[in-house]
């Protein structure tokens, strides 16, 4: 009897819930009509309404891991949407429904035929990936961040609302196990937050990166918010006196405006205690100073400057501290001035002006930037973002976890602006070299690129650009990259692009290994079919047979080698015992079209020295790890990974002592080499010896010398090789030409 009662009180008390959450719903769209940030037509109210329907019935049954009904979830993102980010229609109908084809028994398919292809495309995007390998060697989060970007390509608004949906996943977190929070933290750190610093999304941003940190490091999150609150009565009085002292100035100008204190985000003021090595309360700018005015568009220029005029008559400004985004926007589409002024009590504060215009692109991004330009049409836009993304997300061969890593250079990245020679002006990120520009302009520059000029002088491929700089970029049709170029460019771009081109130019000489060794092994009466490749293979200890014909291609693999190759292959005795222990001879990626690299070496410093060095014990680094070498007091170099605990500490206080490191492939590594010429001295003897050498694909002539007295002439000429046997062939080949006693190696 008891059993009974309290089933049918608990059958009661769902009831009741229900009935409260039916309410509850009907209360969210309500809401969710009532904030939009756009004017909603009849047509779109209705769209959303049956957006809102659909996922209603679709997640019927679903709970959250916290026991609320989980179509609060959709519903929050749309709101979202809606009200932060400020998207349309089409956008928060797409938000409604994001995990419906992941999560619930509609396709695709159902939803292209209710909602047009345009939300199914949406959804498409914001739907994980089903069917993943686990076998392979891939991120499974880089390949749905991949999957997202593709899409991306074609509408932006997937990955906006895919941060809108982190965001509400991130500030439901608390009933989730430890282990998951600090994953998804790690993951939202990593990518979505620089994802909405990029977009324009800096509220949400910020959010993210403080609820990151709430979650990765609870204890100083929780420390650093119980100080703020703390001072929170102290920040309100500082603006108070702040205001005090330019409230009359600004008064007296007739100006209408508004003045806000903005605290500075828990993760921001985290990272600055870190990168300065300083407590909570050596933390001076802990917040700035928001002036937001009123103007009409064609005046809002000269009332900012007029601001700033009223500050700096009052406080003095930091010189090295302003920044103009009114007369060059960010590629975001913020628009700003930033001063920083030595304020009341001797405080340094930032003070951002604005116009109301402005504060709302701060605040909601390249929405209402294209409510102001474009009159609330249809969102477009990112253009020029996009374009530079297109080429990383056509190149389907880099690995899902490159792709986001080459990716993630272009996100957080602050901006310098630069000009060509005709004054058209280039935003790239803070760092970026000469090459980054050649290639930022276009591709096929990038790719032919000889030299640079600087303010019309010339300059290295290496030369670190600063905003206002000229660039004029030299180009030549024989001109192509090496693999020298990936220590010069720093953006995603155009790395990947020299990556590309490497990665044909490998292919390439593959595609003449080949046929130089069927001719080879012909001379040797060994025919080369599938077996005669698979015993290569093994032989060489090669991953693949494209990585077997590029080695005999770049002359790695000799005459010699394939001798001895033949000779142990005639060993009947030899062969019938590798035979039986070797099972299975032939190697699973044999046929993989790919050129593997054997990391077996460490190189330190822009020269790629070698050097002597220890592994360190605290992160026990391996071959292919993110590096870098530690000159210590008594032990010689220490090598760390880049993410060691200690790393951060031995950055900060002893970067005097930190050398680059990076793990090469030995067989695949160029090498300089000084040859020393004499002979007699006739006409054109310098064209001849600089023509051999260039008409050799596979070498690069760094420096040529020579002296002429008497008839007789002596030259040094330095040379960068991939191996022996292409340099000794280059000797024989200066050896003919008419006129040249000797060739030797310094």
């Known amino acids: 009897m008891p059993i009974k009662i309290l089933f049918n009180t608990f059958r009661f008390m769902t009831e009741a819930a229900l009935e409260e959450e039916k309410k509850e719903l009907a209360k969210q769209y309500k809401q969710l009509l009532k904030i939009s940030y756009r004017t909603l037509t009849k047509d779109d109210k209705k769209l959303i309404r049956s957006a809102f329907d659909l996922a209603v019935d679709a997640h019927k049954?679903?709970?959250?891991?916290?026991?609320?009904?989980y179509i609060f979830h959709p519903i929050a993102v749309a709101k979202i949407v809606a009200s932060e980010i400020g998207l349309d229609a089409t956008s928060i109908a797409a938000a409604l429904l994001h995990d419906v084809v992941e999560d619930t028994e509609y396709s695709l398919e159902d939803i292209e035929r209710m909602f047009g292809t345009i939300v199914a495309r949406i959804v498409d995007g914001l739907t994980k990936i089903a069917h993943i390998n686990m076998s392979e060697d891939v991120s499974m989060q880089a390949e749905n961040f991949r999957k997202m970007l593709l899409t991306l390509n074609e509408d932006i608004r997937v990955i906006i609302i895919k941060i809108a949906d982190r965001l509400h996943n991130m500030q439901t977190m608390d009933s989730m196990p430890p282990d998951k929070q600090r994953k998804i933290a790690s993951e939202t750190l990593y990518i979505y937050a620089p994802l909405a610093h990029r977009i324009g999304l800096y509220n949400i941003k910020t959010e993210l990166e403080d609820l990151g940190l709430k979650f990765t490091e609870p204890d100083v999150y929780a420390d650093i918010l119980s100080r703020i609150k703390e001072s929170k009565e102290e920040q309100d009085a500082y603006i108070e006196a702040f205001n005090k002292v330019i409230k009359s100035s600004l008064d007296a100008e007739n100006l209408e405006y508004e003045i806000k204190g903005r605290p500075k985000s828990i993760f921001s003021i985290?990272?600055?205690?870190?990168?300065?090595?300083?407590?909570?309360?050596?933390?001076?700018?802990?917040?700035?100073?928001?002036?937001?005015?009123?103007s009409a568009p064609e005046n809002e220029k000269f009332f900012a400057w007029k601001i700033y005029s009223i500050v700096t008559d009052h406080f003095r400004p930091n010189p090295i501290r302003l920044r103009d985004w009114i007369s060059s926007p960010k590629s975001t589409g913020y628009e700003a001035l930033h001063i920083t002024v030595m304020g009341p009590k001797g405080r340094w504060v930032e003070v951002q002006i604005r116009s109301e215009r402005m504060n709302e692109i701060a605040e909601k991004g390249f929405a209402a930037h294209y409510k102001y330009k474009n009159k609330e049409k249809d969102d477009g836009g990112l253009e020029n973002w996009l374009?530079?993304?297109?080429?990383?997300?056509?190149?389907?061969?880099?690995?899902?976890?490159?792709f986001v890593e080459e990716f993630k250079l272009n996100l957080y990245a602050k901006e310098i602006f630069v000009f060509t020679p005709k004054g058209d002006l280039y935003s790239l990120p803070k760092g970026a070299t000469a090459l980054d520009f050649a290639f930022h302009i276009h591709t096929e520059i990038g790719m032919h690129t000889r030299g640079t000029k600087v303010n019309g002088k010339l300059v290295p491929l290496s030369h670190e650009l600063k905003s206002g700089d000229q660039v004029e970029v030299i180009t030549s049709e024989n001109a192509k990259p090496t693999a020298n170029w990936l220590n010069y460019a720093t953006t995603g771009r155009a790395r990947s692009k020299i990556k590309s081109s490497l990665k044909d130019e490998k292919k390439q000489l593959a595609e003449e290994g080949k046929v130089v060794l069927a001719r080879k092994l012909k001379s040797l009466k060994i025919n080369l079919d599938d077996t005669?490749?698979?015993?290569?293979v093994v032989f060489f200890k090669v991953k693949t047979s494209l990585d077997?014909?590029?080695?005999?291609?770049?002359g790695i693999i000799d005459n010699q080698k394939l001798k001895d190759f033949a000779a142990s292959r005639s060993n009947a005795f030899i062969?019938?015992?590798?035979?039986?222990?070797?099972?299975?001879?032939?190697?699973?990626?044999?046929?993989?079209?790919?050129i593997t690299e054997k990391l077996d070496q460490l190189v330190f410093g822009k020269n790629e020295d070698k050097l002597d060095y220890k592994m360190a014990n605290c992160c026990n680094p391996i071959p292919g790890d993110d590096v870098f070498g530690f000159v210590t007091v008594n032990e010689g170099i220490k090598v760390h990974k880049t993410n060691c605990p200690n790393a951060l500490q031995l950055q900060s206080n002893y970067s005097y002592r930190i050398m680059p490191a990076k793990w090469i492939d030995s067989t695949q590594r160029e090498f300089k080499a000084v040859l020393n010429i004499s002979g007699i001295d006739t006409i054109g003897l310098v064209n001849e010896v600089t023509k051999?050498?260039?008409?050799?694909?596979?070498?690069?002539?760094?420096?040529?010398?020579?002296?002429?007295?008497?008839?007789v002439f002596t030259g040094?000429?330095?040379?960068?090789?991939?191996?022996?046997?292409?340099?000794?062939?280059?000797?024989?080949?200066?050896?003919?030409?008419n006129g040249i006693d000797k060739v030797t190696r310094a």
Not at 272 to 284: I, P, R
Not at 532 to 536: A, C, D, G, K, V
């Open 692 to 711: 051999v050498i260039s008409n050799n694909l596979h070498i690069d002539m760094k420096s040529v010398h020579f002296d002429s007295n008497d008839g």
């Open 61 to 69: 049954e679903q709970r959250r891991k916290s026991g609320e009904a």
């Open 548 to 554: 077997l014909y590029y080695r005999v291609g770049a």
């Open 270 to 294: 985290r990272r600055k205690m870190l990168a300065q090595n300083v407590s909570f309360d050596e933390v001076y700018d802990k917040f700035a100073v928001r002036i937001i005015y009123k």
């Open 387 to 402: 374009n530079k993304l297109q080429d990383t997300l056509e190149n389907s061969e880099i690995s899902a976890v490159d």
């Open 716 to 737: 040094k000429i330095v040379v960068v090789v991939k191996n022996k046997s292409i340099l000794n062939n280059l000797v024989e080949n200066i050896k003919k030409i």
């Open 532 to 536: 005669t490749i698979n015993q290569l």
């Open 575 to 594: 062969s019938f015992f590798k035979n039986r222990i070797r099972k299975p001879d032939k190697p699973e990626d044999v046929n993989k079209e790919e």
